[in-house]
């Protein structure tokens, strides 16, 4: 779907992204990880054109971007900031009819799809007719997604999506995201510098260090197959943890059906500890991780 | 009770006047404003893109702020003459900067998240401008437009100087005739229109930019100025144009005097006496209201016209100092009088040509002369006291003072601090009742007609005699208010018409019956 190849950007003498290359299935998610000032950013704003790289090139359906107008291009992916970027002079109906209204759709369609994502991102229809400064930072990171949703793009470049809001908001947030219909059949690539997020919402993780790519793969690759010490130290300190959340349950206990990561079944066990009618424990599950470790590790 | 009534009487008799030049000064605002707004705008966007451009363009418009209004004007008059065009170019000059910088800063502090949010969807540069940043630095360039439009109603009563029109005709007018009346026929609706203005502008800051079409704000814009245009005084090209002060126009030993007692039907217009001379040289203005005594009459080569029929009454220099300043000094007196009888009307002006033409400064003048007839003394640096002197804001009055503090400083033990620049007579004259100054150098013309403001019988007795008008002003003076007319100095700086010495040659023209039959003529 999304293919990138020896991106290369320098601003002045400072070298942002060297010979970076990846690729992008449909439907998938792409985590750009890494510490600050590490290119992340540089490399996701190459795919919208809103930076023009020195060299190499993006394919797009194995079409070159640069065959497209920006403009056309950019109004065809959905892109989501850090600081939601939302028109302070707009109110909340009228930002997010701001691509549709580009691509000339019509009033009645636009009203109908706004309420439909509304309703899907848990929206209160009143706040439609309310400015962006009057709502708290979930709702203003709610309505800038809402917006880049609005003409269904296939393909969602988000950068920090979540950065400006608390931690708790945020992990709340970042579970409806998860669950959200309109997002899993997208392909997706979401810039971070928080290691719990990516692995949370990653089906793939690109660790980038100096403008370069230390390491592209999915979670458990990262944590059990490191390419280089950078990217294990990387990873070190919140291990365990991350390794709750890239393990699948069904990986540990192949008799369970349940689509889930060790982590949420975790959760799920320790809030509903007093009812007996779960067919594992917490017990069972920890032995059979760290069995399960053991055979990956050895 | 009698000031307000006589103020009403004033308006309700000019209202024609005052109509015409409140409508006038709307015009060159609005005209200047919006050439301004068209200019200022593109260009503050422009910088802040290109921040590079920005610290030049912001400090040639800051520098042409700070030219001032009436050396502004008079660079402009060999280029576009006078009239409305020159004041134009001046107000739309004095406008650009605080609608340049406020366009700048409302722009660049759009925050950068917001545009790249807009460019990220897909906006192109002309739709991120006009429903981005525009929208959202419109409350900031507003402010700017509202400042250059109170701004330049203020400065829009100098296109009063360069023949432009506008409310300052009654402003100025009435400061140099001492009426009170009349300056506040022109000051009130000046102040009026500038909150007026600024309160419509207000309302116009509050809209909603972005359910606006850019075409609904051209359109109500092109209307205003085309109307502005029509506004605007309009001049018909008569036979001879001619150029005289606000004062001169008001004054019964002026204008009123011309068309009273010889019939003068010539066009005019008003303008300054800093620009006029310049004006009538350059062939913009054909006759022009001047002093005898001026050293531009040299320069430019004009010619004065004789006053046949003597409606310009002298106008001999002489100190007026305040009686008390006198008693408490009374060597003064004599002092003073030392300049008496030894300058007259040549060399006044030939005095007055090293200052205005040749840039010597006054000090200089004054000193060269007073060696010249041995006046001259070195200073006694002496302690007594310290004598204020005044002058009016021009090169002879300036000239004269320094001779004063030369005679001062030498013959006393008095030390001297100088007043200079008050403004015209009103200024000078309060300054010095009210003990702002202790004495200046008044011509007796002035303070007869002026000041006293006589009735006409009083002014037909003394018809124009140098004597009697000294002594009657004297004698009202000392009486009203408790001031002392000294010695006159010499020479008449009396109104005088003046045309260039090639045109009045070639139609024969010396005396102003022979203009009156010249313009007569079919
Ligand atoms: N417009 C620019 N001009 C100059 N240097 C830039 C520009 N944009 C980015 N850089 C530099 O390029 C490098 C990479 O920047 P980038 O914004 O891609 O980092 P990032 O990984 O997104 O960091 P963060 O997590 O802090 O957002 C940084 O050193 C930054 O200073
Ligand atoms: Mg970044």
Same mark, same amino acid.
């Given at each position: 779907m999304i293919k990138a190849e020896n991106l290369v950007k320098q601003f002045g003498s400072s070298r942002?992204?060297?010979n970076i290359s990846f690729q992008v299935k449909e439907g998938e998610n792409l985590i750009l990880l890494?510490?600050?000032?590490?290119?992340k950013t540089t490399t996701l704003r190459m795919i919208n054109r809103l930076i023009e790289p020195d060299s190499g090139s993006i394919f797009l359906n194995g079409v070159?971007?640069?065959?497209?107008q920006p403009e056309i291009l950019r109004r065809g992916i959905g892109y989501v900031l850090q600081n939601h970027?939302?028109?302070?002079?707009?109110t909340v109906a009228e930002n997010i009819a701001i691509v549709p209204r580009l691509l000339k759709w019509d009033t009645e369609t636009i009203r109908k799809r706004a309420d439909e994502l509304f309703d899907k991102l848990k929206?209160?229809?009143?706040?439609?007719?309310?400015?962006?400064?009057?709502?708290?930072g979930g709702q203003q990171q709610r309505v800038g997604l809402a917006r880049s949703l609005m003409v269904n793009p296939p393909v969602l470049l988000m950068d920090e999506?979540?950065?400006?809001?608390d931690n708790l908001t945020r992990i709340n947030i970042r579970k409806e995201f998860r669950m959200l219909d309109e997002l899993v059949k997208k392909t997706i690539i979401m810039v971070t510098h928080d290691v719990q997020e990516a692995f949370e919402m990653g089906d793939r993780i690109c660790l980038m260090d100096k403008g370069e790519i230390q390491q592209i793969g999915t979670p458990e690759e990262l944590l059990f197959?490191?390419?280089n010490d950078f990217v294990s130290d990387f990873l070190n300190e919140q291990r365990l943890q991350l390794e709750f959340k890239s393990v699948l349950l069904k990986e540990v206990l192949p008799e369970v059906e349940e689509d889930l990561s060790v982590w949420d079944k975790m959760e799920a066990l320790l809030q509903n500890?007093?009812?007996?009618?779960?067919?594992?424990?917490l017990d069972q599950l920890m032995g059979a991780f760290s069995r399960f470790k053991k055979q990956n590790n050895g | 009770m009698d000031e307000t009534q006589s103020f009403w009487q004033f308006v309700s008799q000019q209202s024609d006047k005052l109509w015409s030049q409140t409508w006038a000064h709307i015009g060159l605002t609005m005209i200047s404003l919006i050439l301004a707004i068209i200019i200022a705008v593109p260009i503050g966007i422009l910088i802040a893109r290109k921040q590079k451009l920005s610290g030049i363009i912001l400090g040639i418009a800051g520098v042409l702020q700070t030219i001032p209004s009436i050396a502004l004007l008079g660079v402009m008059i060999p280029f576009l003459?006078?009239?409305?065009k020159p004041a134009i170019l001046a107000l739309f000059l004095y406008a650009l900067l605080p609608i340049l910088r406020n366009t700048y800063t409302g722009i660049t502090e759009v925050n950068p998240a917001v545009v790249d949010a807009a460019k990220g969807m897909g906006m192109n540069k002309w739709q991120i401008l006009t429903k981005v940043e525009l929208p959202l630095a419109f409350p900031v360039l507003m402010a700017g437009i509202r400042t250059a439009t109170v701004i330049n109603v203020g400065v829009a009563t100098l296109a009063a100087y360069i023949a432009a029109g506008g409310l300052g005709e009654f402003i100025f007018g009435g400061i140099a005739l001492n009426n009170s009346n009349m300056i506040l026929a022109g000051a009130i609706p000046a102040a009026l229109l500038a909150i007026l203005l600024d309160f419509l502008l207000s309302l116009l800051q509050k809209?909603? *930019? /972005?359910?606006?079409?850019?075409a609904w704000l051209i359109l109500p814009f092109t209307f205003i100025t085309m109307s502005s245009f029509y506004l605007l005084p309009t001049q018909i090209g008569g036979k001879m144009l001619a150029g005289f002060t606000p004062e001169f126009m008001g004054r019964q030993d002026g204008y009123l005097g011309l068309k009273s007692v010889y019939g003068l039907g010539i066009e005019t217009v008003v303008i300054s006496d800093a620009v006029m001379y310049k004006a009538a040289f350059e062939h913009k203005l054909d006759v022009i209201s001047g002093?005898?005594?001026?050293g531009r009459l040299k320069a430019y080569d004009l010619v004065t016209l004789r006053d046949d029929r003597h409606i310009f009454p002298p106008y001999y220099a002489a100190p007026i100092v305040r009686n008390d300043v006198l008693k408490k000094y009374p060597e003064l007196e004599g002092v003073l009088n030392q300049?008496?009888?030894?300058?007259?009307d040549s060399v006044m002006t030939d005095l007055n040509f090293k200052v205005d033409? *040749? /840039?010597?400064s006054p000090e200089k003048v004054a000193k060269d002369f007073m060696m010249d007839k041995n006046l001259y003394k070195p200073a006694r640096?002496?302690?007594?006291g310290t004598i204020r002197i005044g002058s009016k804001i021009f090169g002879e009055q300036y000239i004269l003072v320094q001779m004063y503090k030369i005679l001062i400083l030498g013959n006393t033990d008095l030390a001297v601090s100088t007043k200079t620049g008050l403004g015209g007579t009103k200024i000078c004259f309060d300054a010095l009742t009210n003990n702002q100054i202790d004495f200046y150098p008044e011509y007796t013309g002035t303070g007869f007609l002026?000041?006293?403001?006589?009735?006409i019988i009083t002014i037909n007795q003394l018809n124009g005699n140098r004597d009697q008008v000294y002594h009657y002003v004297s004698q009202a003076f000392d009486q009203k208010f408790n001031l002392k007319w000294l010695k006159?100095?010499?020479f008449n700086n009396s109104y005088a018409l003046m045309m260039r010495r090639e045109q009045a040659q070639s139609l024969s023209i010396e005396s102003i019956t022979d203009l009156t039959k010249h313009l007569n003529q079919k």
């Open positions: 942002a992204v060297s890494g510490t600050s000032g590490c290119g070159d971007i640069r065959t497209q970027g939302l028109f302070p002079h707009y929206l209160d229809a009143a706040l439609k007719d309310k400015y962006p400064t009057a709502l708290s999506p979540f950065g400006a809001l197959h490191p390419a500890k007093n009812s007996q009618s779960d067919e594992v424990t | 003459g006078i009239g409305p809209i909603n *930019l /972005k359910s606006i079409r850019v002093y005898s005594t001026d300049l008496s009888g030894s300058i007259n033409q *040749l /840039k010597q640096n002496g302690t007594k002026v000041l006293l403001k006589p009735d006159p100095i010499g």
